[in-house]
DNA sequence: TGGGTCATGTAACCTGTTACATGATTAG
DNA sequence: CTAATCATGTAACAGGTTACATGACCCA
């Protein structure tokens, strides 16, 4: 219901193979939502059986054949249709595992739990500084002027990546601070 | 992976029915993993079959039977191993169907797009608010001192959402500008 | 008499994960 | 010689969603 959307949003944009896919939905989308490479394959059987694909062989003399999926008419509806649905719950919903450890910490000790947060920060600020690379690829990829005008949303979703990491952090911070007082209690 | 370690987890507080964690889970780890009632009843069976749990029948009479959950030794040490693990990547994505739609609004028109930042910030700021109870809510859920420790953690979780929906609004509010701009190019 | 709460689920389905398979070419 | 890249997947499983089923009691 989700990477579904994503693969047919970059088939839109034009023709890709599903090695192609995998490539492009990892250095996009993947920031945002996670695939696997057999997922790819197997969403892009499902679209093309019921009609919102079509795919044809490109024969290679090199390298190994590949499979080229199009979008349909149906295909484009049906994304039109999903992009502009009302909002459900579903997209507004927080969803983090991190939570539901913290949620037990209580039975931990006070020091693992700070070194917990501690860790957690670290991977934040990682992630953060892998992040900041992000706006200057995504120029890379701008071939022509409807890329230009698509590379305003691409840079909303990095921007978002942005905000969401510096505020883990911070509320990381707040939480180690909180753990620090409650030991010298 | 998950909704199993936060019923197990609640499980480690004390007994309780399906029933019983279907609202307990509702009203506390609901906020950011979210699970059907159906889901829950289907993690307790297959929690019970590998021997994390035992079950007993509690009969009544005015009202159904109820069928008791407890955690068993090796539950709890499943549970603890879960807690001390060291993090996984999928602790740390980013998981958010909103950013998938937002991908592709190039294809919108900019008006449009400004109003669904004004509707999703709207949303942000109606959980934000319905947020703001949840700490004088968890005040009353404790009933003894284990509770008391417990709480300072479940805290954190619900000062996370609050984190969370701000930092949100944030976002669209700097999304709204620059489409704004945008508009008068 | 209609809706809410109490209490249990099942069935079918969709989505996502893990692990594995194949085999040629190319660059270091 | 070895590892990476190109390119396709399949099989089995785990996790999550949607829809439905049952039935008594209680309150307005």
């Known amino acids: 219901m989700s990477a579904k959307y994503g693969l047919l949003g970059l088939l839109s944009y ?34 093309e059986k019921v009609g ?15 499979k080229v999926y199009s979008i349909t008419e149906l295909g484009r509806e049906e994304l039109h249709k999903w992009l502009d649905k009302d909002f459900i719950e579903k997209e507004m919903r927080i969803r983090n ?44 990829f701008v071939e022509n002027e409807k890329d230009r005008n698509r590379s305003l949303y691409w840079k909303m979703t990095a921007r978002y990546g942005d905000y969401y990491y510096k505020m883990c952090i911070e509320w990381a911070n707040e939480m180690i601070e909180i753990l620090e007082k409650e030991k010298t209690k």
Chains 1, 2 share one sequence.
Not at 52 to 66: A, F, G, M
Request: charged share 25%; hydrophobic share 35%; net charge negative.
């Open 14 to 47: 034009g023709d890709q193979s599903g090695y192609d896919l995998n490539r492009t939905f990892s250095h996009s989308i993947n920031n945002f939502w996670h695939t696997q490479t057999s997922q790819i394959y197997k969403e892009l059987t499902s679209m």
């Open 52 to 66: 919102w694909l079509t795919s044809h062989i490109v024969y290679q003399e090199d390298k190994p054949n590949r």
């Open 97 to 140: 595992l991190f939570l539901i450890k913290v949620f037990f910490l209580g039975e931990n000790k006070i020091d693992e739990n700070i070194l917990l947060f501690k860790e957690y920060k670290a991977r934040c600020e990682a992630t953060l500084n892998r992040l900041e690379k992000i706006d200057s690829n995504i120029e890379k």
